[in-house]
């Protein structure tokens, strides 16, 4: 009677406090009651079985039956050999087995596994950004769960979609913690997001942890929306080489399009205000230059939140080669033929006054050879004298002729 009275309070703290369970594979949670059912056990005693158990608090196998040692504060065997776990713990997990024989004779094994768990505090965002940038990692916050068991994990999503790290645009740093003394876990999620340029102006971002075991639901953070800040970009320019944009034709200049280094942005060219048909492209190389290619040169850049944005332009300059000039050669030209001319006439004035102090120098001579002859003396005249006075003076008229 006493002993049926004690089996019927039992049978009542465990329809208060817990569920008897028969099932092969048992999940438990932490601190609750757990009750194992042991298959062909008699109801009433005196019964035949013993339990072995297999867990955290045993070195090897523990053995367990009615008449045997009990842990109270542990486990012990019920009067209809089931095994009672008052407070099921981390240190309880394992292999829980019982070999009982019926009144009959017929012999009955169960063998269960045991898994304890321990659902956490509801998870949430601490130290979340206030506004996010374009083109940069921004961390937009840190998820934090406490309390749980086993670990489990966390994971972000964005408007309502499971954010997956990349590496690039998506990047997760995790840490996990254990309490020594609960041996509960604490897990930290510090989410780093790359925006795009052109994107939503603001982003949604959630938190969820999932427990580890099956069938479990997952907690979920509150939502937090952030703006995306999209800052004014830097002006564009248009770099030239060579420097100046001078050259001569058949020439090559290189015309380079500075801008922020976006992956997706879309560089064209402008030529004297009409845009030029060419592929997208950062950099425009002009060879071969001809008079033709003389112009000024600027680029669009086309910023997917602030649209295009055009550079100041430069000056591209063909310069003509330089020529010998005609005038410059005639001038030369008459310049030599002055110089020999001078030349000459100063060699043929030097020849006139070289002749004439020859000529100068030979006169006295040439006058003694024409002096006259002294007159011949007068004699007795003779007969017929006359005519030969007559031809003196021929001869002197001649001579002087």
């Known amino acids: 009677m006493a002993a049926g009275a004690a089996a019927g309070a039992w049978m009542l703290v465990l329809s208060l406090w817990g ?20 298959r062909g056990a008699p109801k009433k005693p005196p019964q035949q079985l ?37 407070a099921v713990g981390i240190q309880d997990e394992g292999t829980f087995r019982c070999q009982a024989t019926s009144r009959n004779g017929k ?14 505090g509801k998870p949430e965002i601490v130290s979340p950004a206030s506004e996010l940038v374009p083109g940069v990692p921004n961390k937009v916050g840190t998820c934090v769960s406490e309390g749980g068991y086993p670990a489990g994990t966390l994971n972000w999503h964005s408007d309502g979609k499971l954010l997956i790290p990349d590496g690039k645009g998506v990047s997760v740093l995790e840490e996990t913690t254990r309490h020594p003394q609960t041996g509960l876990f604490t897990l930290q999620s510090a989410l780093m997001v790359t ?7 603001h982003l949604t971002f959630s938190c969820s942890f999932s427990p580890g075991l099956p069938r479990r639901r997952a907690l979920h953070t509150a939502s ?45 060219w402008i030529k004297d205000g009409i845009p030029l048909h060419l592929a997208p492209s950062p950099v ?22 602030h649209g295009p944005q055009e550079s100041p332009a430069v000056r591209v300059v063909i310069e003509a080669e330089e020529e010998p000039i005609a005038g410059s050669v005639e001038g030369q030209g008459l310049g030599t033929v002055a110089l020999a001319l001078g030349i000459l006439g100063g060699l043929g004035v030097a020849a006139l006054l070289i002749g004439a102090i020859m000529w100068r120098r030979q006169r006295p001579r040439r006058e003694e050879r024409i002096l006259p002859n002294p007159p011949p003396q007068e004699g007795p005249r003779k007969p017929g004298g006359g005519g030969g006075a007559r031809r003196a003076e021929s001869v002197r008229g001649a001579r002087g002729s």
Not at 69 to 80: E, M, T
């Open 284 to 305: 425009l190389l002009l060879s071969d230059v001809e008079f033709d290619d003389e112009g000024s040169y600027s680029c669009v850049a086309t910023y997917p939140s």
């Open 50 to 86: 013993e339990w072995k158990l297999n867990t955290g608090r045993t070195e090897a196998w523990k053995v367990l039956s009615p008449e045997g040692d009990s842990w109270d504060s542990v486990a012990r065997v019920l009067p209809n050999g089931s095994l009672l776990l008052p």
């Open 195 to 201: 925006p795009a340029w052109g994107g939503a102006p």
């Open 107 to 120: 012999e009955m094994r169960s063998a269960y596994q045991v898994r304890v768990y321990q659902i956490p």
């Open 19 to 38: 569920a008897v369970v028969g099932d092969r594979n048992i999940t438990a949670r932490i601190g609750k009651p757990l009750v194992l059912n042991c």
């Open 224 to 268: 937090i929306q952030l703006r995306v800040w999209e800052p004014v970009p830097p002006e564009v320019r248009v770099m030239i080489q060579p420097e100046g944009g001078k050259l001569v034709r058949g020439g090559t200049v290189t015309l380079t399009c500075e801008t922020p280094a976006q992956s997706s942005l879309q560089i064209h």
